[in-house]
């Protein structure tokens, strides 16, 4: 029976895709939703740009994700094939590289050349990809999956102070809105925390800090155009 340890940071692609996408779903549309509310809008006035807030920052965090995963995966995909090229034509210099890389981890040179060998044997693409290159079965760059999960919990996140808006309106909806989207913040901080290891409450201190800025800031813009109108 072959066991296979768990480590956190297998999770590290869908993970950054979903908690950012999360942590901005609640910031920018709470935010959005307290600015708009400063400036005196009307409760119908700040329902609408809540929504018009979540469809569009949804489809962006899924575009934005989508080319800048793709961006990594094109250049993941041309330097697997600048080096197949190089192993066709220079396969001894590639094994002699290889096995440098082993020696400057602190392998014997006699060993590093036999590992070498043995790996580019097996898979020779693989090896170079994996120990020159960096580029890994876990880390492939997955555009669609970083896209969805993006935009996914995006939509969840900005659903949270948007219903909140809908059912409280009136002089109490932005402090309603902002505790509770801070209250959201500190908990998708803690649990992202802890699914990836790292201390709980670094996560939701950090994330309820940078969350409670944006509010204030937006809700100062909010007031100082509302007073202007």
Same mark, same amino acid.
């Given at each position: ?16 895709? $979903?908690?950012? !996408? @999360? ?17 005196? %809008?009307?409760?119908?006035? &700040?329902?609408? *740009?809540?929504?018009? !807030?979540?469809?569009? !920052? ?45 020696? %400057? ?15 580019? $044997?097996?898979? *020779? ?20 999956? *970083?896209? =969805?999960?993006? *935009? ?6 900005? $659903? ?15 402090? @309603? ?6 209250? =959201? ?10 699914? !990836? ?6 996560? $939701? ?6 969350? @409670?800025? @944006? ?11 509302? &007073?202007?109108?």
């Amino acid at each position: 029976m072959v066991y296979h340890e768990p480590h956190k940071s297998h999770r590290a692609g869908w993970l950054r895709a $979903a908690v950012l !996408g @999360a942590n901005d779903g609640i910031v920018s549309t709470a935010s959005l939703i307290i600015g708009v509310a400063a400036a005196s %809008t009307t409760h119908q006035g &700040v329902i609408l *740009a809540g929504i018009a !807030g979540l469809v569009a !920052g949804a489809m962006s965090m899924a575009a934005g994700e989508y080319v800048s995963v793709s961006s990594q995966s094109d250049s993941e995909k041309a330097d697997l094939v600048l080096e197949k090229n190089s192993l066709e034509q220079n396969y001894e210099f590639e094994k002699n590289e290889l096995a440098k890389i082993y020696e %400057t981890r602190g392998v014997d040179p006699i060993l590093a050349q036999q590992v070498a060998v043995q790996l580019m $044997a097996h898979d *020779a693409l693989g090896a170079h990809a994996r120990d020159e290159i960096g580029i890994t079965v876990i880390g492939n760059a997955k555009p669609v999956q *970083a896209a =969805f999960s993006s *935009a996914s919990t995006f939509t969840v996140g900005a $659903a949270l102070p948007l219903l909140l808006a809908w059912v409280i309106p009136g002089d109490q909806l932005i402090p @309603a809105v902002a505790f509770s989207s801070l209250v =959201f913040l500190a908990f998708l901080g803690g649990i992202a925390a802890w699914v !990836g290891g790292a201390p709980i409450s670094v996560g $939701a201190i950090r994330v309820t800090f940078w969350g @409670a800025l @944006a509010m204030a800031l937006t809700a100062g813009v909010g007031s100082i155009f509302g &007073v202007v109108a």
